[in-house]
């Protein structure tokens, strides 16, 4: 029985996470009055890893509060699994940004590292259908966006604007 529910409410739980997330990048991001889009990662994303980071702490716990031989190396393992994904998620909600106005896109990672690329400098646009990031290049700098970003329409279109490169050029196909 609990076999069978683990087999119906995780796929259902990938499925509507994954529903979530593309809604979410579908949205239109917030213009401020300089012109400028913030552009980030759904909170879902944040969620995941705060459950991760909670799955972490159960794990933990469970070691203090057992009286059995455990393997160390396995649990080991999974706290660093676990807390890792964690921190990475929530950190690429907090600090990963991508900032677009008409004359630059501008990109904070999640260790803080910002990077500029002036729309006119702007030499090639490339999706990777694996990985999900646009990848945008001056030929010294790369700014990544993910395709979960909210408003990532408005940075593909503003791109295919102002650099004459469209879509299928990039390898962005829906």
């Known amino acids: 029985m609990i076999e069978t529910i683990k087999a119906v409410i995780i796929p259902i739980l ?3 996470s994954l529903y979530l997330i ?3 990048s579908k949205k239109k991001s917030k213009i401020y009055e300089n012109g400028n889009s913030i552009h980030r990662l759904p909170l879902i994303y944040g969620i995941g890893g705060i459950f991760s980071l909670i799955i972490t702490i159960i794990i933990i716990t469970s070691i203090f509060l057992s009286n059995e031989n455990i393997n160390l190396f396995t649990v080991a393992s999974l706290i ?3 807390s ?3 921190i990475i998620m929530i950190l690429m909600v907090w600090m990963n940004k991508i900032y677009l106005n008409p004359k630059k896109i501008t990109q ?3 260790w803080g590292k910002i990077k500029t690329i002036e729309m006119s400098e702007i030499k090639s646009i490339k999706f990777n ?3 999900l990031y646009l990848k945008i ?3 010294e700098k790369i700014i990544k966006c993910h395709d979960h970003l909210v408003g990532i329409e408005e940075i593909l279109n ?3 604007e102002k650099t004459n490169i469209t879509r299928n050029q990039m390898g962005y196909v829906e």
């Open 22 to 24: 593309k809604k979410a």
């Open 137 to 139: 290049s001056d030929g």
């Open 108 to 110: 904070r990672n999640m």
């Open 84 to 86: 890792t994904l964690g």
């Open 129 to 131: 259908k694996v990985s």
């Open 80 to 82: 660093i699994l676990f």
């Open 158 to 160: 503003t791109l295919s």
């Open 14 to 16: 990938i499925i509507g």
